[in-house]
């Protein structure tokens, strides 16, 4: 079975602190999305990452794709209380083409 | 530009009883899925459709059926719903896709689903 596993499942910080989100498998991904879902809503892209070791910026968000591409990681500078929010990881593995998505990192910014 | 609207919003359901939940996008998407989100369990795909007339089965598919008569339309059925299927259901659709290539999907606000 293949999976994808979000790290931290819960996170609760003060607005101003910087914080990082994993999302990680043992499978090799051809790629990988990022989505951020408010509450009551569905949820939206934020980025795709396809190459081993691409770095891509979304002003204070900036998200990594591991070398092996297994793993990815989304940190967030000086946090505000607008990125809170659950965050999701969805990848492709390279052995099907079935998307998988990951549980999902909770964030809480306090103001 | 509506995107993915779905229907209804909530709904509570005695055990047994059925339902349609509607999915419609304005996109001209090939792409149109189901899924259910249960709290620490992520999204899990129900039912997918690749176009117009043709559907398959996700990773969860037992105790729904889906019909994609139209292009724009996505139908989620309950023929007879249980309290395990208590959950909040979105729909999304995305463009085509080369088989390992990954697009966007867009989603719609979801479906909140009480079986009781």
């Known amino acids: 079975t293949q999976l994808l596993e979000q790290s931290p499942q819960f996170l609760s910080i003060q607005e101003g602190e910087n914080l990082t989100v994993y999302c990680n498998s043992s499978?090799?991904?051809?790629?990988l999305q990022w989505y951020r879902q408010e509450p009551g809503e569905g949820p939206v892209l934020l980025v795709t990452v396809v190459t081993g070791g691409e770095v891509k910026k979304l002003k204070r968000l900036t998200f990594q794709f591991g070398d092996a591409r297994k793993d990815s990681s989304l940190h967030i500078t000086a946090a505000q209380p607008g990125d809170t929010g659950l965050y999701l990881c969805?990848?492709?593995?390279?052995?099907?083409?079935?998307?998988?998505w990951g549980a999902g990192t909770k964030l809480i910014i306090k103001p | 530009n509506a995107g993915v609207t779905q229907t209804p919003k909530f709904r509570v359901l005695k055990t047994g009883q059925s339902m349609t939940l509607l999915c419609a996008q304005d996109?001209?998407?090939?792409?149109m899925y189901w899924y259910r989100q249960d709290p620490g369990m992520g999204l899990r795909l129900i039912h997918y459709?690749?176009?117009?007339?043709?559907?398959a089965k996700g990773e969860v598919p037992d105790g729904y059926n889906v019909s994609r008569l139209k292009k724009q339309n996505f139908l989620l059925g309950l023929e007879s719903a249980a309290p395990s299927q208590t959950s909040v259901y979105f729909c999304?659709?995305?463009?085509?896709?080369?088989?390992?290539?990954?697009?966007?999907?867009?989603f719609g606000p979801g479906t909140r689903l009480t079986v009781l």
């Open positions: 459709s690749v176009g117009e007339g043709t559907t």
């Open positions: 969805a990848g492709i593995p390279d052995s099907n083409y079935q998307l998988i």
């Open positions: 996109m001209n998407h090939e792409y």
């Open positions: 999304a659709s995305s463009r085509l896709r080369g088989a390992r290539s990954i697009n966007e999907q867009f």
């Open positions: 499978s090799v991904f051809s790629s």
